[in-house]
């Protein structure tokens, strides 16, 4: 089993930066496809971004494209959403997830973290 924990989720004013990172203690997460999810209050849950096990192939919603970025450590073992130019919209818990074969979908993922609260406000 899977088990994963974000952290780096913080209150910060617009315009401003955070580095989440996602990982896991018991498997490597390089024999995964990650993905980063975020929940606003009265939303559904959105695809933010994905990488592959390799790291070669990445992907961000229209809405992050140029201000986030997603990134392996395999030194480290977690995968880390640097997040800039941080604006009140971006403001959810984010969540890591994890799936054995195939690209991120919201429903196909297989283990899923508890999430990171960010917040961005004056």
């Known amino acids: 089993q899977l088990q994963l924990v974000e952290s780096g989720g913080a209150l910060v004013q617009p315009g401003g930066s955070l580095r989440l990172s996602c990982a896991a203690s018991?498997?490597?997460?390089?024999?995964?496809?990650i993905g980063w999810f975020r929940q606003a209050p009265g939303k559904e849950r959105e695809g933010v971004s994905c990488i592959s096990r390799s790291g070669a192939s990445t992907m961000y919603a229209d809405s992050v494209k140029g201000r986030f970025t997603i990134s392996r450590d395999d030194v480290k073992n977690t995968v880390d959403l640097q997040m800039n130019s941080l604006k009140p919209e971006d403001t959810a818990v984010y969540y890591c997830?994890?799936?054995?074969?195939?690209?991120?979908?919201?429903?196909?993922?297989?283990?899923w973290g508890k999430g990171t609260l960010v917040t961005v406000s004056l």
């Open positions: 018991d498997l490597r997460l390089d024999s995964y496809t």
């Open positions: 997830a994890a799936r054995r074969t195939g690209w991120c979908t919201a429903n196909g993922m297989n283990y």
